[in-house]
């Protein structure tokens, strides 16, 4: 119980919204049922059976609260709630609907608790339940950590079959029939002899009822959509142009900022010299925001023109101005002092690792841009009655209240409008850009603005991925793995991200050894520790967060040893793989790629297995060293969700997430001199583009107990499988990424 | 100045250095056409100057010497340009921002070459930049779009 308790309270911490003294509420707190906020305002004549259907006589609209940023939820999200409500693409709205309590995030809690996903003990689910327990009555919304789907799975169908049931009563009391004769399809109800009501004709009389909750869900074998490839709704729009984004929009009225911000994170402006930028054509004026200064024009490139032309005296970052002693902090950090968890520890790695059969090394993963294509940009307009947002961003709620602190509203006077995001990889977490366009409007009250960032504003103030630095010490005899001993060290981005949004994270970092703990071998003497090296430039969360470093780390340390035993590379993971589940996306992406077969000239293969958000995902890259370079041929990946939504958009994720691993595995890093990341826009920092893209052969998996969503988890796999063909192909080993340090890529 | 986008002529009144994209999207409300990175390495604000694909956040205003031609110039929601058909019977997008620039691209490739090879696709579209990586859709929804126009 004592190892609980400790878990439990960690937690608490972690979920607590800058609560003062902690987080108390019991189990009445807990159970309680959330308010629907689609109740407030409801028009006469409309419908709302929980907050996420609501019909009128008009309309039915869905609400999808979690953000889409590409990852195509707005679609997924909807298909749940429809596949219940027998409603089909077409006929229903959907909107994001206002931040809310309602929508707390139901799997949150399975990352926040220290126990292996695969770990399915009542201990491990008795922590989970605490978490969730904390996370709901926080009224955390969040999209992240790939949890839109696991959130949404089991709620969102009941949200459509409640409505679908108080439907059905409503049409049994209007006409007579009883609702066990009464069938629905294509929004209607429809009677024994075939007539069909609108559900929109019958929400007047279903406003006057109480929704029926006692429903059960549809059995797996009589889905209609999900698993069944789907056309995404925004897919027409995002191939016309007709897609409206944040950075579209206009607001009457409104005026055009652009900032410049010291681009040393975090640091003091000392002075400036704007006179130059204030002549300038259709500059309105210049104000300040925190840490720097905002141009006001009446066209987005007027602003950024102008702002270039200010003269600035930036003040120091607190952090080490060279990325050289970025590395040495971490270097450093392998202390007592600083160990944050000793997360493994199986066997006896320092009696077994001794002698003939040892191998050391040592492995680097850079700080790297999350850069997504669109730019941040707010839109704000304060008045003395309330402020609005528009802008996409993925921890909404949050954003009320950081609004709210800048302009001395209310949480609830802060209406925010989640908008379709041209990309996020994690960027979107993040406040800076939804800060400044506060600060400045609430500067020009009654004046909306429009912020948006030039793209070199973008990468100056992103808070990149996290470096980390890994130290391996292992041991084979007899052709096999016996023992891995790993420490990995890294700045806490739970920490860094936490303190800038106001949510104080507490407790070991997880995400210091994501993609390297919790890999469900069961290797005979294993060690991984974590170490919390001092904060250095700010970082965050960058898709699969802490994986694509640790994860790395992990499994070209664990191909090293492999190749020291002598062992097959695929033969001897599956060997040591105890967790099912697990093995069979090993056993697929062997089968998928006839491992073992033989190869062609200058041809090499990589196998990795990292598991990222309670995703098991392997891999296998084929490479050819070519008198160019390294040309990457072919991948085969699979991984288990335990259920596939939609096959086309769930192929469409994984692609994409082995194009985002490989691309920045190859030739991203951000670095810093004089405080300043040295990258200023895609040139500097470009990853995948076409012609390097090779054939991704993918095969979705449907083992696992749970479900699980799929937009980070195929990243982290990529980057050691890439590695590990390298090796295979040229018997160099890269030990740090961007693997262009090491070898050239065609 | 005088521009012409879509078949229809505008009179605007900018500075002769500000990007054609800039005109577009913030004199004009073609929103369509987007910024990405102001320095074509991204190819988000790719448009057509007589039918060529060209970057406009690299075109003045004042060395526009042709009509400009966006994605909603190309085809519309309920009358799509086969390479929007294409686009839209792969599913190509994710987040999407970056299609509008692929689309014009792919249309402006197959305008020169009816049936590209893999090679001159890769040549052709590697300006463009995905960050979702959507590489082997676009791929596969050239080819199609290829096909459909080659059968008229």
Redesign the interface.
Same mark, same amino acid.
């Given at each position: 119980m004592g190892r609980l308790r400790t878990y439990s309270r960690r937690a608490f911490l972690i979920g607590s919204a800058a609560v003062a003294g902690g987080v108390a509420f019991g189990v009445y707190a807990v159970k309680k049922p959330v308010d629907n906020p689609l109740a407030d305002g409801l028009a006469e004549g409309a419908a709302t059976f929980n907050p996420w259907v609501i019909i009128d006589a008009d309309k039915i609209t869905l609400i999808t609260p979690h953000g889409d940023?590409?990852?195509?939820v707005t679609s997924s999200q909807a298909a749940l709630i429809a596949e219940e409500l027998d409603v089909e693409f077409g006929q229903f709205e959907t909107s994001f609907g206002q931040p809310a309590a309602a929508y707390w995030n139901t799997a949150l809690a399975a990352d926040l608790v220290p126990f292996m996903p695969s770990d399915e003990s009542r201990t491990a689910n008795a922590a989970r339940g605490i978490a969730g327990g904390a996370v709901k009555v926080l009224g955390v919304q969040i999209t992240g950590g790939s949890t839109t789907i696991p959130d949404s799975f089991v709620k969102l169908r009941e949200a459509g079959a409640v409505a679908r049931e108080t439907l059905k009563l409503a049409a049994s009391r209007k006409t007579g029939v009883a609702v066990s004769e009464l069938k629905t399809a294509n929004a209607t109800v429809i009677l024994p002899d075939g007539t069909a009501l609108k559900y929109t004709d019958l929400a007047a009389d279903a406003a006057a009822l109480e929704p029926v909750t006692d429903v059960t869900l549809r059995d797996q074998s009589t889905w209609r959509m999900i698993g069944k490839p789907m056309?995404?709704l925004?897919?027409?729009?995002?191939?016309?142009?007709?897609?409206?984004?944040g950075?579209?929009l206009?607001v009457e009225g409104m005026v055009?900022a652009a900032v410049k911000v010291n681009p040393r994170q975090g640091g003091k402006i000392l002075g400036y010299d704007a006179s130059a930028a204030k002549n300038m054509?259709d500059v309105q004026k210049v104000v300040e925001v925190t840490g720097g200064v905002a141009v006001i024009a009446d066209?987005?490139?007027?602003a950024?023109q102008a702002a270039d032309a200010i003269e600035f005296d930036w003040g120091e970052a607190d952090y080490p101005a060279e990325q050289d002693s970025h590395w040495q902090v971490l270097s450093e950090s392998f202390t007592k002092e600083r160990l944050d968890k000793k997360w493994r520890d199986d066997g006896d790695v320092d009696a077994v690792i001794t002698g003939e059969g040892v191998v050391e090394a040592e492995y680097r993963s850079p700080y790297v841009a999350h850069?997504?294509?669109?730019?941040l940009n707010a839109i704000v307009l304060v008045e003395d009655a309330g402020v609005q947002v528009w802008a996409g961003h993925q921890i909404q709620r949050q954003l009320q209240v950081l609004v709210a602190g800048i302009t001395g509203h209310e949480q609830d006077e802060v209406i925010f409008h989640n908008q379709?995001?041209?990309?996020s !990889?994690g960027h979107r977490l993040e406040f800076e850009n939804i800060k400044q366009a506060a600060e400045i409007a609430n500067q020009m009250r009654g004046t909306p603005v429009k912020l948006?960032y030039?793209?070199?504003e973008d990468f100056a103030h992103d808070f990149p991925r996290h470096i980390s630095m890994g130290r391996m010490r292992g041991k084979v005899s007899g052709g096999k793995v016996e023992a891995l001993d790993l420490s990995i060290a890294a700045p806490s981005v739970a920490a860094s991200q936490g303190a800038r949004a106001g949510l104080p994270m507490g407790g070991p970092d997880s995400q210091i050894v994501a993609g390297a703990w919790n890999n469900p071998y069961a290797l005979p003497n294993y060690r991984m520790q974590g170490y919390r090296a001092p904060e250095l430039a700010p970082v965050s969360s960058w898709r699969s967060v802490g994986a694509p470093g640790a994860g790395f780390i992990f499994d070209t340390a664990l191909d090293e040893l492999i190749h020291a035993a002598g062992a097959d590379p695929m033969a001897e993971r599956i060997r040591l793989m105890q967790h099912e589940t697990s093995r069979k996306v090993l056993e697929a992406v062997a089968e998928m790629s006839s491992w073992g077969g033989e190869l062609g000239p200058n041809k090499g293969r990589g196998v990795s297995f990292i598991e990222s958000f309670g995703v098991p995902v392997a891999e296998v890259v084929e490479v050819t060293n070519t008198e160019d370079g390294i040309k990457i041929d072919k991948i085969w990946i699979a991984a288990d969700v335990g259920t596939v939504v939609d096959p086309?958009?769930f192929e469409?994720?994984v692609?994409?997430?082995?194009? !985002?691993g490989l691309?920045h595995a190859i030739n991203c890093e951000i670095t810093y001199s004089d405080g300043m990341a040295e990258q200023e826009?895609?040139?500097d920092h470009?990853?995948?583009?076409?012609?390097q893209?090779p054939?991704?052969v993918v095969r979705g998996l449907e083992n696992a107990n749970h479900i699980r969503g799929i937009g980070e988890p195929p990243v982290p796999a990529t980057a050691p499988a890439l590695g590990n063909a390298i090796f295979a192909a040229t018997g160099k080993r890269l030990r740090e990424m961007p693997f262009n340090k090491g070898v050239e890529f065609v | 100045m005088q521009i012409t986008v879509n078949g229809k002529a505008h009179e605007v009144d900018v500075?002769g250095d500000?990007?054609l994209?800039?005109v577009l999207?913030?004199?004009l409300?073609v929103?369509?056409?987007?910024?990405?990175?102001?320095?074509a390495?991204?190819g988000?604000c790719t448009v057509h100057i007589d039918g060529v694909a060209v970057r406009s956040c690299q075109v003045a205003a004042e060395d526009v010497d042709g009509e400009v031609t966006?994605?909603?110039g190309l085809?519309?929601?309920d009358a799509?340009h086969a390479v929007?058909a294409a686009?839209?019977a792969q599913?190509?997008?994710?987040?999407?921002?970056?299609?509008?620039g692929q689309?014009m691209q792919a249309a402006s490739l197959l305008a020169e070459n009816a049936a590209p090879s893999d090679d001159e696709?890769?040549?052709a579209?590697?300006?463009?930049?995905?960050?979702?990586?959507?590489?082997?859709?676009?791929?596969a929804a050239v080819k199609a779009a290829a096909k459909t126009l080659q059968e008229g």
């Open positions: 940023k590409g990852q195509g056309q995404r925004d897919v027409l729009a995002k191939s016309t142009g007709t897609q409206v984004y950075i579209d206009e055009h054509r066209n987005t490139w007027r950024f850069a997504p294509l669109e730019p379709f995001m041209g990309g !990889f948006t030039s793209r070199e086309v958009n469409n994720l692609q994409g997430g082995v194009v !985002f691309g826009n895609y040139p470009e990853a995948m583009r076409l012609y893209c054939e991704i | 500075e500000m990007p994209l800039w999207r913030d004199e409300g929103k369509g056409v987007k910024y990405g990175c102001g320095v390495a991204c988000a966006t994605i909603e085809g519309q929601p799509l929007q686009w839209v599913q190509v997008a994710q987040c999407g921002y970056c299609q509008s689309i696709i890769d040549e579209m590697s300006g463009n930049l995905c960050r979702c990586g959507t590489y082997p859709r676009i791929r």
